[in-house]
């Protein structure tokens, strides 16, 4: 366990960020002069849990923030500054809805089995202007504009600074590159367990913000900021492992059409799991209005949306929800940017371990083009056309909320109606064009 106090003074820590993710995704935090953070490691910060996005009261007692001392991250652009990520305690106990508890809940109910889960995640984002209305780059608008060797290096300097401070941080990132929308980038680094793999995506996100900012830029994971180009996903890569680390839980040859593609009797389970609550999961991994704009998205510029509208399973086929690209580990293609980095892999550990323990079946594997050829498959669910629809699923599915926790399920689908509610409340310039002399 890192000494955090030891840690500033070897380091020339001035100050530490103690930083929690609420249910929207919102990244809070206190700077903490680093002759307290003792206190703080022992006690934790104080926060009023209503004045973000928790279901919570005015009337609520604190909550604290206690700091997890083994994420501690040294600002590689600020380094007398240190980040730390922080488990939520109110009255002694941990706070049932906090996202990171939520995934921590679910690691230790993996662990239960036998199973250690391991994650990646692929994070696209935007380089827009300052306003944040149009892309950054002006020259940039070549009609495939994926892999584009100019379009990358004339953001050489934002995209090379922030893979250098991953290989500081000893994360592996191995490639990036220009995506698949004018603007777009992605950058990838090695999978690691689940929760880790969770905090350094809530690192990452503040870092390429941060990063942007610093060079005159606005970097955006929404998952479609602009009309016709492709999205934003934040596609991730799922392997399960024995407690070890060391072998491979999904893979094998489970015989039949999961065999086929390398996959264990249980990876099928898990699998079947993701399959079985996709319609109701939609509300985590695609948690805002503007997420259904991605996975609803008509053809876009470029040709592909690279998104789902449908609940099918493939081998190594990207037009697929899950794709199966080699044996032991899956991809699911349906997250976006907008994702919560502790609620992703929340979710997608209870749909696998409810999976698990049902035995479910994942159903039929489809080797079609979803693009050209989906209308052919008539009975595969769709998934949701909006963010009410995927949250209506949600609270129909009692097994995947009861995986969840009931507490942390419940207040997230509050907090999730109040905002279709602001967002249907809103008189939009659409409206007016279209049915003002009605």
Known sequence: MTDLAAFAKEKGVKYFMISYTDLFGGQRAKLVPAQAIGDMVEDGAGFAGFATWLDMTPAHPDMLAVPDPSTV????????VAWVAANCVMEG?????????????????AAKEGLRVKTGIEAEFFLLTPEGDVISDPFDTAEKPCYDQQAVMRRYDVISEICDYMLDLGWGPYQNDHEDANGQFEMNWEFDDALVTADRHSFFKFMVKSVAEKHGFRATFMPKPIEGLTGNGCHAHISVWDLDGKVNAFAGDAGGQIGEVGLSERGGYFLGGIMKHAEALAALTNPTVNSYKRINAPRTMSGATWAPNTVTWTGNNRTHMVRVPGPGRFELRLPDGAANPFLLQSVIIAAGLSGIRSKADPGQRHDIDMYAEGHKITDAPRLPLNLLDAIRN???????????????????????????????????????DNTLDI
């Open 73 to 80: 991250i040294q600002l590689p652009w600020r380094p007398e």
């Open 93 to 109: 106990e941990d706070v049932a809805q906090a996202p990171r508890n939520v995934l921590r809940k679910l690691v230790d109910e």
């Open 394 to 432: 949600f609270e129909a599915d009692a097994e995947l909320q009861a995986m969840l926790g009931k507490e942390f399920s419940t207040s997230y689908a509050k907090m999730k109606h109040q905002e279709w509610n602001s967002f249907v409340s809103h008189f939009s310039r659409w409206e007016k």
